[in-house]
């Protein structure tokens, strides 16, 4: 079993910015990436962003390039959602995911708790 803790999130002005921490524990070992995903009021839940565990190679929705950064710390086992230049249409729950080595990473097998996260105008 993997565990997800995400943190860092909160309520912040248009134009601002927030830093997203997902804290894994367990067998680590046994996942694939680490993904970001969203999922605001009255919208489906999306892809942000993702990062492959071991070589850190990532991937970014459309909507988030430029502004959003993932990063990792191994040694922590902690990845880092860097959010700049933050929109009101960025309000939502954040939730990062993992899928286990060789499942689909549209179905990740292990999910965090969510942390809110509201962009005012």
């Known amino acids: 079993q993997v565990q997800l803790v995400e943190s860092g999130g909160g309520l912040v002005q248009a134009g601002g910015s927030l830093r997203l921490s997902c804290a894994a524990s367990?067998?680590?070992?046994?996942?694939?990436?680490i993904l970001w995903f969203r999922q605001g009021p009255g919208k489906e839940r999306e892809f942000v962003t993702s990062?492959?565990?071991?070589?850190?190679?990532?991937y970014y929705a459309d909507s988030v390039k430029g502004r959003f950064t993932i990063s990792r710390d191994n040694a922590k086992n902690t990845v880092y959602l860097q959010m700049n230049s933050l929109k009101p249409e960025d309000t939502a729950v954040y939730y990062c995911?993992?899928?286990?080595?060789?499942?689909?990473?549209?179905?990740?097998?292990?999910w965090g708790q969510g942390t809110q996260v509201t962009v005012s105008s």
């Open positions: 367990g067998r680590t070992f046994s996942i694939d990436a």
């Open positions: 990062i492959s565990w071991s070589g850190g190679i990532t």
């Open positions: 995911a993992a899928p286990r080595t060789g499942s689909s990473w549209s179905r990740p097998d292990y």
